[in-house]
């Protein structure tokens, strides 16, 4: 599944900025900022955005660590890191991000290292979420956050077929308009596997965060989770 999922995000990856874009009317942006913000990035900070994809994460966690800080950008499709890296070159980020093309269930990094992670639409792609959250609880310093943006099932039936509606016709049709229906077919197949926000608070305290909060936005069609590791 995984080969499957890496190739999905190859094939998008020349259109998956402007889709973002149409099909949320610029919302996304918005959503990213939260997320940064809930991370707990600061000045100075190590800081790591998994599942980078193009890089938006990685930029905004740019601007908030400053030239003191550092940031890692991580994905598996490389693709999606040549796109990164090259909007990389137009920004002229400060500082410069390193990015790098590695697996989330095995990441490349020692424990202890990074004082904020982010993740924007990945946690929903791995094959195995709850070592996914471990391994970001391990690279993870003490004390330190992270905070996970995605799709969320939501609770009310009424915006549940508005959910259904929108991704199998507003999106399909859009993606099928820019040559990627199949890539495009899969999220609302994917969101029925996808754990509620309940069950990733369960899973983030099981893999030993302290501290772990779903916040639904968009009227709960989305939410991000917060998590917090122990000081000690």
């Not at 400060?94 to 992670?117: G, K, M, S, Y």
Request: proline share 5%; charged share 20%.
């Amino acid at each position: 599944m995984s080969d499957e999922i890496r190739a999905i995000f190859d094939q998008i990856a020349p259109i998956y900025d402007r889709l973002n874009d149409w099909l949320s009317l610029g919302q996304h942006r918005i959503w990213k900022e939260m997320t940064v913000k809930w991370s707990g990035a600061k000045l100075g900070g190590i800081c790591l955005d998994l599942c980078c994809g193009s890089g938006d994460l990685a930029f905004q966690l740019a601007q908030r660590v400053g030239e003191t800080g550092q940031v890692y950008g991580v994905d598996f499709s490389s693709a999606q890191l040549a796109i990164a890296k090259q909007r990389s070159l137009d920004k002229y980020p400060t500082p410069p991000i390193t990015w790098i093309e590695a697996d989330v269930l095995q990441l490349p990094f020692d424990d202890n290292r990074f004082h904020a992670a982010t993740m924007g639409y990945g946690l929903r792609n791995v094959t195995d979420i709850p070592q996914s959250i471990k391994e970001i609880h391990r690279v993870l310093k003490p004390g330190a956050k992270a905070a996970i943006l995605d799709f969320h099932r939501p609770q009310n039936s009424l915006a549940i077929d508005f959910q259904n509606w929108y991704l199998n016709n507003l999106v399909v049709s859009i993606g099928d308009w820019m040559g990627a229906r199949e890539e495009y077919a899969y999220i609302n197949p994917s969101l029925e596997r996808f754990p509620k926000g309940e069950k990733q608070v369960e899973i983030a305290l099981q893999a030993g965060f302290v501290k772990a909060t779903h916040y639904p936005i968009v009227n709960d069609m989305m939410g991000v989770l917060v998590v917090t590791k122990s000081d000690s």
